[in-house]
């Protein structure tokens, strides 16, 4: 056995990914049921739609107390209107 640096592969491939356990397993892969593929895909969606939710419940409450703090200003400017239009 040789201690020296192993050869990067020709074809451009990971050196770790080319051992030759990784050769052996390839053949051992098995074909991907059509359930668990449906499965995979519900959760996927069950999680991306509770992403969607979980953003929207952070989202809504900083909307309503930002339409809060504005509501004096819109106050004060509606004010300032109605002063000017009356002392005109």
Request: overall charge negative.
């Amino acid at each position: 056995m040789s201690d020296g640096p192993v050869a990067a592969p020709d074809d451009g491939e990971d050196p770790d990914l080319t051992g030759n356990a990784v050769v052996q397993l390839r053949g051992l892969s098995l074909p991907v049921d059509v359930r668990f593929a449906d499965r995979v895909g519900r959760r996927i969606e069950r999680r991306a739609l509770t992403n969607e939710f979980m953003e929207f419940a952070w989202a809504l409450p900083v909307a309503v107390l930002l339409e809060l703090l504005r509501i004096p200003g819109e106050m004060l400017r509606a004010k300032k209107r109605v002063n000017t239009e009356s002392g005109n």
